[in-house]
């Protein structure tokens, strides 16, 4: 009998040795992106705590979808067993607030590196090691984006493990933003970070660690240089044009 991953309730065999998987953060999201075509024969395998795992074919060759969870501690478990059980190519699909004044809404960004403002992927390395996208993703990413005629922006993105005082947002319960985050949008938007978001730091340096190949695309619901406040269509917008690029991109991958 193959054996299960400790979280995700998977096995070699469940998985049918998929060597692909595309990861978003919510698990509301995996059968909608699992059924975005290419992808065929699509069927839910897992389903346990955040982590829900669809297996689709693309091109008659087995791709997962599985989803992560929130930040860093639970991407860091889903990348664990899905590269225990024999997964090579990690993509990450979410969404994201942009922090540039010429990123627009319903863009997306493709992270070529992130800012390390997360806690889980200090224990696969120290801070000095650099978080950084497998050049065939951002490429893969790239050429999606462009073919959909999807405006994408390749940069550097800031992953924070807290949503609100790690991003700088005073619309929170306190109000307040403790010093040591007062004023970092400012001083990360001239050090050209792009955007704020919660997962890629930890994705892409487990995947370097690993000698595994990350990427990570993120669609804009929000730019924080205008606004604060996240509409339900904004939402929509940035969710289904990163969905688009990342299932492309996959293809291109998996063909390539
Ligand atoms: N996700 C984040 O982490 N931050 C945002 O502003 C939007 C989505």
Redesign the pocket.
């Known amino acids: 009998m193959p054996r299960d991953v400790y979280h995700l309730d998977l096995n070699s065999e469940k998985i049918k040795s998929a060597c692909h998987v595309i990861l978003p953060g919510d698990p509301g999201r995996v059968k909608a992106i699992a059924e975005t075509p290419p992808f065929s024969n699509t069927m839910e395998i897992a389903n346990k705590r955040e982590f829900r795992t669809c297996l689709g074919y693309i091109h008659n060759m087995p791709a997962l979808v599985t989803s992560t969870g929130i930040g860093g501690p639970s991407t860091s478990i889903a990348i664990e067993e899905l590269a225990q059980l024999g997964v090579k190519t990690f993509l990450r699909v979410g969404?994201?607030?942009a922090i540039q004044q010429n990123i627009d809404i319903g863009d997306v960004i493709i992270t070529s590196g992130a800012v390390r403002l997360d806690g889980a992927s200090a224990h696969y390395a120290p801070l000095e090691y650099p978080a950084v996208a497998h050049y065939t993703l951002i490429n893969a990413l790239a050429e999606a984006a462009k073919e959909l005629e999807i405006p994408y922006h390749v940069g550097i993105t800031c992953s924070?493990d807290t949503?609100y005082p790690g991003?700088e947002r005073c619309d929170s319960f306190s109000n307040y933003v403790p010093r040591r985050f007062n004023g970092i949008t400012e001083e990360w938007r001239k050090l050209n970070v792009l955007n704020?978001?919660?997962e890629a730091a930890t994705l892409l340096t487990m995947c370097s660690v690993f000698g595994l190949k990350g990427g990570c695309v993120e669609g804009v619901?929000?730019n924080?240089t205008g606004s604060e406040h996240?509409t339900k269509e904004d939402m929509e917008l940035g969710e289904s044009n990163a969905v688009k690029v990342a299932v492309k991109a996959m293809e291109k991958l998996i063909v390539s």
Do not use: A, D, N, P
């Open positions: 969404t994201t607030g924070s949503f991003q704020y978001e919660m619901i929000v924080r996240i």
